[in-house]
């Protein structure tokens, strides 16, 4: 069963996976980064787990912040407001309520929106680190807010050392500063705290997604057999788990292994169907092989599915 543990320095998924990070391998760019979560990705089923839980309290704000992190994943970005929004109302000091809501506005291009509300999280809990990682996240690329992202990571880092989405955000924002080496060492330090996570006693379904995260920590410090190996054991642990599937594709499509990169954004989309990116990348596998018309309507379905607010 999954395990419910709401904590205010939750990252909600498509916060994250709005950013474009680093290319590795020339043509192809990396995929973003993942969050840390645990099952990410049966929304359907946690929305009626968590509509069934609000019916027998409806005043537990917190289960409307699960609900709405949910609808949000599946973009459902009109239900997650409406949630988010009712968790505010019965609680107006919640900040995991604000993070949920600036991630919405991220989503929909709303940045001064979404910038409000990280802010509005860590002025009612100055201690949430996840808010200090979005808040940075958000502003990425925006020159004039380089050593605010660092302080803000630092931040995060400080408050909790073992956060590995400090490490790997700021090694990203290192890096557009040109400061290649610190950036490095971040990376490591992210792939240091996953490796402890992994070795220390957690669920399995946690697990599976650490291996994501070191996996993806692996190829961005361009260690391509251990990137491989962690997807292949985080589809081991949980084969149904669609962001295992679609990093390993991404991996495939960066290595130009094409027919691998399709079938597993095959597997993708069958286990999450709203998830943009990944007929975004099958598109380019397809264009590789030579499917035009194929990669032609996975541009077609990515357009919808990111035209959606």
């Known amino acids: 069963m999954r395990k419910f543990e709401l904590v205010p320095k939750f990252l909600t998924l498509f916060t994250l996976l709005t950013v474009s990070f680093l290319t590795v391998y020339g043509q192809e760019s990396m995929a973003p980064a993942p969050t840390n979560g645990c099952g990410e990705g049966n929304y359907a089923g946690e929305i009626a787990r968590f509509t069934a839980l609000i019916e027998k309290d409806p005043s537990a704000f917190k289960l409307y912040v699960a609900r709405g992190k949910n609808y949000a994943g599946q973009n459902d970005h009109v239900n997650a407001l409406k949630d988010f929004n009712k968790a505010l109302e019965l609680n107006p000091k919640s900040d995991a309520a604000h993070m949920g809501i600036g991630g919405v506005y991220h989503h929909r291009g709303n940045l001064p929106k979404a910038d409000a509300a990280f802010t509005k999280a860590i002025e009612l809990n100055p201690a949430n680190s996840g808010a200090y990682v979005t808040r940075a996240i958000l502003r990425l690329g925006d020159r004039n807010f380089d050593q605010q992202s660092l302080?803000?990571?630092?931040?995060?880092?400080?408050?909790?050392?073992?956060?590995?989405?400090?490490?790997?955000?700021?090694?990203?924002?290192?890096?557009?500063?040109?400061?290649?080496?610190?950036?490095?060492?971040?990376?490591?330090?992210?792939?240091?705290?996953?490796?402890?996570?992994?070795?220390?006693?957690?669920?399995?379904?946690?697990?599976?997604?650490?291996?994501?995260?070191?996996?993806?920590?692996?190829?961005?410090?361009?260690?391509?057999?251990?990137?491989?190996?962690?997807?292949?054991?985080?589809?081991?642990?949980?084969?149904?788990?669609?962001?295992?599937?679609?990093?390993?594709?991404?991996?495939?499509?960066?290595?130009?292994?094409?027919?691998?990169?399709?079938?597993?954004?095959?597997?993708?989309?069958?286990?999450?169907?709203?998830?943009?990116?990944?007929y975004k990348e099958r598109a380019i596998a397809y264009d590789k092989l030579g499917a035009k018309d194929k990669a032609a309507d996975d541009r077609k379905k990515y357009e919808e599915l990111k035209e959606v607010k």
């Open 151 to 278: 302080a803000d990571l630092e931040k995060a880092i400080t408050f909790d050392a073992k956060f590995s989405e400090g490490y790997y955000v700021r090694a990203r924002v290192l890096q557009l500063m040109g400061r290649k080496q610190e950036a490095h060492d971040d990376y490591f330090r992210a792939g240091q705290v996953l490796t402890g996570e992994i070795e220390g006693t957690i669920e399995d379904e946690c697990k599976s997604h650490i291996y994501v995260q070191r996996g993806w920590i692996n190829t961005a410090l361009q260690r391509t057999p251990g990137a491989l190996a962690d997807y292949n054991t985080a589809i081991e642990i949980e084969s149904n788990y669609f962001l295992a599937r679609y990093y390993r594709g991404a991996l495939m499509l960066g290595l130009r292994n094409y027919l691998a990169a399709v079938s597993d954004f095959d597997k993708a989309i069958e286990l999450n169907p709203t998830h943009a990116k990944s």
